[in-house]
């Protein structure tokens, strides 16, 4: 299995030199046409790998796309990064940023809390996405027919008595959540754990990345956590202009005469 693998990953950057047949990829590859054969029908399969009206194979825009998200996500963590910590360093509590990625919402970053009261959630981890409030701004950033969509195939596990029942009441969250530009979860995934979270978005306006803050009843009430929202906005709105390379209104302001 590892070298069949391997075999197929070594087709990549040979087509990356170019466009290339079966048989100089088999030749490259030191097997037979056949073997070459099944290696390049499983990448076009899965959009690594494309084959032209010559007969000819070259890379396919699926890879590309790969790339590009993969790019996105990275510099997105980058530069938010030091604007979590200084968040962090503010408020004491837990901080994550979180991507929609292959119809799950995932972790990218975290900045652990000051407190002895520690979060589980992990970097790589998916999260609860009918009830984190990064989720929430994630999805409801999608267009309306490919959120339907979502909502649709969603489970709505019963976390606590908080927790979103079906795809009717996640819609309507997530049309809240569109239009007020930020989101919460307040007890939804664990009773005990409150959060608050604002959008990070790109140069287009979309919603690229999702950051929040979230922390224990028995540091903060809700309440006491919703007042720290104005200073989530502020940080993702500052790492959203850094990202897209948008001067901020902070930074248009000093420029004026």
Same mark, same amino acid.
């Given at each position: 299995?590892?070298?069949?693998? =391997?075999?197929?990953?070594?087709?990549? $950057?040979?087509?990356?030199?170019? $466009? %290339?047949?079966?048989?100089?990829?088999?030749?490259?590859?030191?097997?037979?046409?056949?073997?070459?054969?099944?290696?390049?029908?499983?990448?076009?399969?899965?959009?690594?790998?494309?084959?032209?009206?010559?007969?000819?194979? &070259?890379?396919?825009?699926?890879?590309?796309?790969?790339?590009?998200?993969? /790019?996105?996500?990275?510099?997105? &963590?980058?530069?938010?990064?030091? *604007?979590?910590?200084?968040?962090?360093?503010?408020?004491?509590?837990? /901080?994550?940023?979180?991507?929609?990625?292959?119809?799950?919402?995932?972790?990218?970053?975290? /900045?652990?809390?000051?407190?002895?009261?520690?979060?589980?959630?992990?970097?790589?981890?998916?999260?609860?996405?009918? #009830?984190? @409030?990064?989720?929430?701004?994630?999805?409801?950033?999608?267009?309306? $027919?490919?959120?339907?969509?979502?909502? =649709?195939?969603?489970?709505?596990?019963?976390?606590?008595?908080?927790?979103?029942?079906?795809? @009717?009441?996640?819609?309507?969250?997530?049309?809240? !959540?569109?239009?007020?530009?930020?989101?919460?979860?307040?007890?939804?995934?664990?009773?005990?754990?409150?959060? #608050? @979270?604002?959008?990070?978005?790109? @140069?287009?306006?979309?919603?690229? %990345? %999702?950051?929040?803050?979230?922390?224990?009843?028995? !540091?903060?009430?809700?309440?006491?956590?919703?007042?720290?929202?104005?200073? #989530?906005?502020?940080? %993702?709105?500052?790492?959203? *202009?850094?990202?897209?390379?948008?001067?901020?209104?902070?930074?248009?302001?000093?420029?004026?005469?």
């Amino acid at each position: 299995m590892s070298q069949t693998v =391997d075999r197929a990953l070594s087709i990549l $950057p040979l087509l990356a030199e170019g $466009p %290339a047949d079966l048989g100089q990829v088999a030749d490259r590859l030191g097997v037979h046409k056949s073997t070459a054969l099944r290696l390049l029908r499983t990448l076009h399969e899965h959009g690594l790998v494309y084959r032209q009206s010559d007969q000819r194979y &070259r890379l396919g825009a699926r890879l590309f796309a790969l790339a590009q998200e993969a /790019v996105e996500n990275l510099d997105v &963590r980058e530069i938010a990064h030091p *604007h979590l910590v200084r968040l962090n360093e503010s408020c004491g509590h837990t /901080v994550h940023l979180a991507v929609y990625e292959e119809n799950e919402v995932l972790y990218i970053d975290k /900045v652990e809390s000051r407190y002895p009261v520690r979060m589980y959630s992990r970097i790589g981890k998916p999260v609860a996405i009918t #009830v984190a @409030a990064v989720a929430k701004l994630l999805l409801a950033d999608l267009p309306d $027919p490919e959120r339907r969509a979502v909502a =649709d195939k969603l489970d709505y596990p019963m976390y606590t008595a908080r927790s979103t029942p079906g795809a @009717a009441a996640f819609l309507k969250e997530l049309a809240t !959540v569109r239009e007020q530009g930020w989101a919460t979860d307040l007890g939804g995934h664990e009773e005990s754990i409150n959060c #608050v @979270a604002a959008p990070i978005r790109g @140069a287009d306006g979309r919603v690229v %990345a %999702a950051m929040s803050v979230s922390a224990p009843n028995v !540091v903060v009430t809700a309440d006491e956590l919703l007042t720290l929202l104005p200073l #989530v906005r502020r940080t %993702a709105d500052a790492i959203s *202009h850094e990202y897209s390379g948008k001067p901020s209104a902070k930074e248009e302001s000093s420029r004026r005469p």
